[in-house]
């Protein structure tokens, strides 16, 4: 399996200008049908570019100070926001997406943002349901059976391409 998902660029995807530490910017992913794709923009460029309106999800951060170590630069609510942006097509959704939506669903669980309720099987297939305690509703989230090694590598992209640790 090849994700192929950039880290922070560190520039605007432009205007080209360099980000320095502190400064802050809008990380954008793109879905390209086979994998997402991140872009990021100076905020002047955000508001000018044609690319928002195509943008899967979206947020604001910054670039890390020295002295700040890795940590989550992307609010648990942006987190959950991409969740459910991935929720919209159950079974039909391409691969790329399932294995997204599984690890974030793992991700927010650990957070405690989503609770686990139970696993079901139907026409073959293994869902965890989980439940959005702030707004009572459940969810399915397929298992796609990921081996430990396909998900070490969908844990290390996700962490890329939201800036966050997994």
Request: charged share 35%; glycine share 4%; aromatic share 10%.
């Amino acid at each position: 399996m090849d994700w192929n998902i950039q880290k922070p660029d560190r520039e605007c995807h432009s205007c080209s200008r360099q980000f320095d530490e502190g400064d802050p910017y809008l990380s954008a992913l793109f879905d390209t049908g086979k994998q997402f794709e991140r872009k990021d923009y100076c905020p002047a460029c955000w508001q000018a570019t044609s690319d928002r309106p195509q943008a899967f999800s979206f947020w604001k951060t910054h670039v890390p100070t020295r002295q700040e170590k890795r940590k989550l630069l992307v609010a648990n609510d942006i987190l959950l926001d991409f969740f459910l942006r991935l929720s919209g097509d159950h079974g039909d959704q391409p691969d790329h997406k399932t294995k997204f939506r599984y690890i974030l669903a793992l991700v927010l669980m650990r957070k405690r943002t989503l609770r686990f309720v139970d696993i079901v099987r139907e026409n073959g297939s293994e869902y965890m349901v989980l439940r959005y305690p702030r707004e009572d509703r459940e969810f399915k989230v397929l298992d796609p059976g990921l081996t430990e090694e396909e998900a070490d590598t969908v844990k290390d992209d996700l962490s890329q391409v939201l800036n966050v640790q997994v």
